[in-house]
């Protein structure tokens, strides 16, 4: 089986539309939420793209507060969505991915996470896909081994693949 490891730039798109919104509803359709883990800082950074769209008037104000009610019921309230702590071993060995791979902290603690996860699963017979949209993000975990899956521009029937697996 196939967890799906969620960045902000992914998780993102269920709450504030845009390219890719589709291929992440369709993954909350289809995958149960205890295949779904994210980033606990993510939760923050997930808020804050919700509230940014809707202060430039992309996000109406009944949209922002349904937003803000399903984000909370679906994954900050969620007992089966996981959130993957930070702790400061994590972030220590997550220092040498920003220097492979010129990433920014934020996503080199996500990708050592999802790395060391995978690892976990694998031993299991599981997997991970790390779900992004972050170009920079995307290509490291590529030259880790890890596999992904980007909302932005692989399709459906590679997420329905992904789901199946």
């Keep these: 089986m196939t967890l799906f490891y969620l960045d902000a730039s992914a998780l993102g798109k269920r709450y504030a539309p845009e390219t890719g919104t589709d291929l992440i509803n369709r993954l909350f359709g289809a995958a149960t939420k205890d295949r779904m883990l994210a980033l606990h800082i993510g939760v923050g950074e997930v808020m804050s793209v919700i509230v940014r769209r809707h202060n430039a008037g ?10 803000l009610v399903e984000f909370r019921a679906e994954v900050v309230d969620a007992g089966d969505f996981r959130l993957e702590p930070i702790g400061e071993a994590l972030i220590h060995s997550s220092l040498e991915l920003i220097v492979r791979h010129s990433l920014n902290a934020t996503d080199a603690i996500v990708l050592r996470s999802a790395l060391d996860l995978a690892d976990e699963l694998r031993t299991a017979g599981d997997d991970l896909a790390l779900v992004a949209s972050d170009v920079r ?23 329905d693949a992904l789901i199946a697996s």
């Design 58 to 67: 992309l996000i109406s104000d009944q949209g922002y507060a349904q937003a």
């Design 137 to 159: 993000l995307l290509r490291a975990a590529d030259a880790e081994g890890l596999m992904h899956f980007n909302p932005e521009s692989d399709s459906a029937p590679q997420l």
